[in-house]
């Protein structure tokens, strides 16, 4: 019998301490939340608060964030997160429709930034620019640092590494560059207005801001009188959005064509702003060159 109870207290000992062990891994676990309204926001907040907050992306993997609305659950989600970072500048069109409880909390990254308009219409795609990628960094870490004081060298830090290699990777693009015999761009839709004027290239869009804004046939004939007149080699598609402009140029110049990704959305978990950037340029310098 002595056997039989001390085993008995054996086994409760375990299974207290079983409960106890999983009971801390829960409290470990649940992290406070910050919403980001689409990739590049989700990527740098990430990049700032690493594992300290779970990071919420509102734009699903491989969609377009131009006209995303946030369901019920993710608005619902807004309420209850610490901060809720976007990039503002109109890309984000549901803003005007949420109540002041989440816009208290809300933090514009573009803030401080200078953008330009196209057709009368702001130009979202700031983060095409790495200059105003860091400063979008150090906006969020700003936000985050002041809701999260106790943090706040962990952030420093953590602002400081990606600011170096954003400025490395800054240093090789203006390298890479400058050595191209055809300094023309020309993409699918008004998204890489900020890198061709951070860059010195010369910048044409087939589409405008966003991809619904189609060309009229006068718009598309100067594009391809020009690609014919000046020899460009190529023009570049993106991804997550139509081919269709970009074939008919290429069916009547015979220009090649190849994609870039503007950033907007991802459609590959694994990448970062840093690896889709390289990408880009690898990208770029290869067809203009």
Not at 111 to 130: C, F, R
Not at 261 to 279: C, E, F, K, Q, R
Request: with cysteine; net charge negative; charged share 20%.
């Amino acid at each position: 019998m002595k056997k039989i109870y001390k085993l008995l207290i054996i086994m409760m000992l375990f299974i207290g301490s079983v409960s106890v062990l999983t009971g801390c891994d829960n409290t470990d676990t649940e992290k406070d939340q910050i919403y980001a309204s689409f990739y590049i926001t989700y990527d740098f907040t990430k990049k700032i608060v690493g594992d300290k907050y779970e990071v919420i992306n509102l734009v699903p993997t491989g969609m377009e964030p131009h006209e995303y609305v946030p369901t019920t659950d993710e608005i619902n989600g807004l309420y209850s997160c610490k901060l809720f970072i976007v990039n503002g500048l109109d890309l984000e069109g549901y803003l005007s429709d949420l109540d002041d409880t989440i816009l208290d909390k809300t933090v514009i990254a573009s803030t401080g930034i200078e953008a330009y308009t196209v057709s009368k219409a702001l130009d979202p795609h700031i983060w095409n620019s790495i200059p105003n990628a860091i400063k979008m960094l150090e906006n969020i870490a700003s936000a985050v640092i002041e809701m999260d004081p106790d943090n706040a060298a962990y952030y420093q830090t953590n602002l400081e590494e990606y600011t170096y290699l954003f400025n490395a990777l800054d240093a090789k693009i203006r390298l890479d560059l400058a050595g191209l015999s055809c300094k023309t761009l020309i993409t699918a839709h008004h998204s890489f207005g900020y890198f061709a004027k951070e860059y010195d290239l010369t910048y044409y869009s087939i589409c405008g801001l966003s991809a619904s804004d189609e060309p009229s046939t006068s718009d598309l004939n100067a594009i391809i009188d020009m690609i014919k007149r000046d020899n460009i080699p190529t023009i570049f598609s993106e991804e997550l959005e139509s081919e269709d402009n970009v074939n008919v140029i290429k069916n009547e110049t015979q220009c090649r064509t190849a994609s870039l990704n503007p950033i907007g959305g991802i459609t590959d978990t694994a990448d970062d702003y840093l690896t889709v950037m390289s990408n880009n340029l690898i990208t770029i310098v290869k067809e203009l060159s």
